[in-house]
């Protein structure tokens, strides 16, 4: 069956980094795009970057994270990781992998940030 396990988050400073990673397993992961999104305490899951499996990798980003924010992908080790630079308090929120345009997601992993 399709599992996505996040890891990676935790507390950091604003301005700070995290890199989250996610493992994909029970699906050929070469051939989907990928996707990470984001739910803050009382609101609406947000798109923050996806990852096509085509074209080298196509990425894009919504303008909140926009050049913070990177996604990559490391289809012989069927991961998927997100580097986030430059954080902000506003960045606070649990963070999903999400096989794209599925309803396959993670459990989710917890990034704070605070001073």
């Known amino acids: 069956q399709v599992q996505l396990v996040e890891s990676g988050g935790g507390l950091v400073q604003p301005g700070g980094s995290l890199r989250l990673s996610c493992a994909a397993s029970g699906f050929t992961f070469s051939i989907y795009s990928m996707s990470w999104y984001r739910q803050a305490p009382g609101k609406e899951r947000e798109f923050v970057a996806r990852?096509?499996?085509?074209?080298?990798?196509?990425?894009n980003y919504p303008d909140s994270v926009r050049g913070r924010f990177t996604i990559s992908r490391d289809n012989a080790k069927n991961m998927v990781y997100l580097q986030m630079n430059s954080l902000k308090p506003e960045d606070t929120a649990v963070y999903y992998c999400?096989?794209?345009?599925?309803?396959?997601w993670g459990q989710g992993t917890q990034v704070t940030v605070s001073s």
């Open positions: 990852i096509s499996n085509f074209g080298g990798g196509k990425t």
């Open positions: 999400n096989r794209a345009n599925s309803d396959y």
